[in-house]
């Protein structure tokens, strides 16, 4: 689409409520998208490439988007590349890591009593939840999502996502007692 | 509230504050590569401009092999030396990005050669490319790829391969044989590959890495 007919056409989506998705802000939500990648896959390479392919697809033809904000749009198209991604993997030999090779950071203006360790621990913990569950804490915790924007990028209802959720975040806890005790 | 429920939102609160207060650190190649991906994602030139940023490049160039030609060198059409030069040039256009289905290659094609992908095995990135008529029918096409503060280029040039100086050193690995030698401040190894010149030029250390680079076959991706 050229820059002209691109114009017009973000003009028409304007007037129904709808705006272009800006290309330009997108590599903003890269760290985000990465720890999201990161807790759907538990592979630093997988999700390297997932976010990639994400921003490929994204990228590869203008985005018109109604309600969503930019992350919670990525987000979604995250979650459908990781779905299709698994789908392709599960017709082909798994590539195993055998060195992870993963910084883990806390950041400026986080808890002070938070560490490093407990955070890479929440994530291995993230990794043994069931799928709903799992995708529920990334698009809330991981991602910052509102409840809202989450249900949308998963399609349920905001209350399914208020519940699974709060279990996410118990079998969490619980997963972390269980390793400190 | 009781003494359980003000436990458990504890617990929640704990878990939401770890998660959203750290996590791995984002590779800094992937923001290479998203940031390749969005200058990909930009809108190109009207059909109209792109045919006039053609026409004046193909004028330049058939201007700069007229001076070749004047000036003594092979007479005839493009030379190696021509070709080579390209690698001096700035890029016009955003890094080719990795295909990740074939982890050596970039989704980059050009005569029937795909540029291979340098990062994970010798931290050669990409950064950029460039396309010029050579003259005589000729196109040649450029992937520029960078190492510190090392740049080269790889060119392929369309049509039958260009016959290299007769004082070039030849080198033959796994098969490919390979032509090496110097041009000013520039090393420059050529070979053939899918029936047309491939040129890799630049100022390195050595041009050993050259050669390294050429004749690597990622795993058999890229055929002699």
Same mark, same amino acid.
């Given at each position: 689409m050229g820059g002209a007919s691109r114009q017009v056409e973000a003009r028409r989506f304007a007037r129904r409520g709808g705006r272009l998705l800006e290309a330009e802000r997108l590599p903003d939500h890269g760290d985000r998208l990465f720890r999201a990648a990161y807790a759907l896959c538990g592979s630093r390479h997988d999700a390297e490439d997932l976010v990639q392919e994400t921003y490929a697809r994204v990228l590869r033809r203008p985005r018109f988007i109604r309600r969503d904000g930019d992350l919670a749009y990525l987000l979604r198209a995250l979650r459908n590349t990781w779905i299709a991604m698994r789908r392709s993997e599960d017709a082909r030999a798994r590539t195993v890591e055998l060195r992870e090779e993963v910084d883990w950071i806390v950041d400026h203006g986080a808890d002070p009593g938070i560490t490093a360790l407990e955070v890479s621990a929440a994530y291995a913990a993230i990794r043994e939840l069931s799928d709903p569950l799992r995708e529920t804490i990334v698009a809330v915790d991981v991602a910052g999502l509102s409840y809202r924007e989450a249900a949308r990028a998963l399609r349920v209802?905001?209350?399914t996502i208020m519940s699974r959720l709060y279990r996410a975040r118990e079998r969490v806890a619980e997963q972390l007692e269980g390793a400190a005790a | 509230m009781s003494l359980e429920a003000q436990l458990r939102s504890d617990r929640q609160q704990r878990i939401q504050g770890l998660l959203a207060g750290g996590g791995p650190a984002t590779p800094p190649r992937l923001h290479a590569r998203i940031a390749a991906l969005q200058r990909e994602s930009r809108p190109r030139p009207s059909p109209a401009r792109?045919?006039? #940023? #053609? *026409?004046?490049? *193909?004028?330049? *160039?058939?201007?700069?092999?007229? #001076?070749?030609?004047?000036?003594?060198?092979?007479?005839g059409g493009p030379t190696l030396a021509s070709a080579a030069q390209l690698s001096a040039r700035q890029p016009t256009g955003p890094s080719p990005v990795h295909d990740l289905r074939r982890p050596s290659l970039l989704r980059e094609r050009f005569e029937g050669v795909t540029y291979p992908y340098w990062y994970e095995q010798f931290n050669w990135f990409t950064a950029g490319e460039r396309t010029d008529d050579l003259g005589g029918g000729r196109t040649a096409h450029t992937v520029f790829? +960078? =190492?510190?503060? =090392?740049?080269?280029?790889?060119?392929v040039v369309s049509g039958k391969p260009l016959i290299p100086p007769r004082s070039a050193e030849r080198r033959v690995v796994d098969g490919?044989?390979? +032509?090496?030698?110097?041009?000013?401040?520039?090393?420059?190894?050529?070979?053939v590959r899918n029936g047309h010149t491939c040129v890799l030029a630049g100022m390195v250390h050595s041009r050993g890495t050259l050669y390294k680079l050429a004749a690597w076959t990622g795993g058999g991706a890229l055929r002699p």
């Open positions: 209802r905001e209350g | 792109r045919i006039a #940023v #053609v *026409a004046a490049a *193909a004028l330049a *160039a058939f201007a700069a092999v007229l #001076v070749l030609t004047i000036g003594g060198s092979t007479p790829y +960078r =190492h510190t503060h =090392h740049r080269i280029g790889y060119t490919l044989e390979m +032509r090496g030698y110097r041009d000013g401040d520039r090393d420059v190894v050529t070979f």
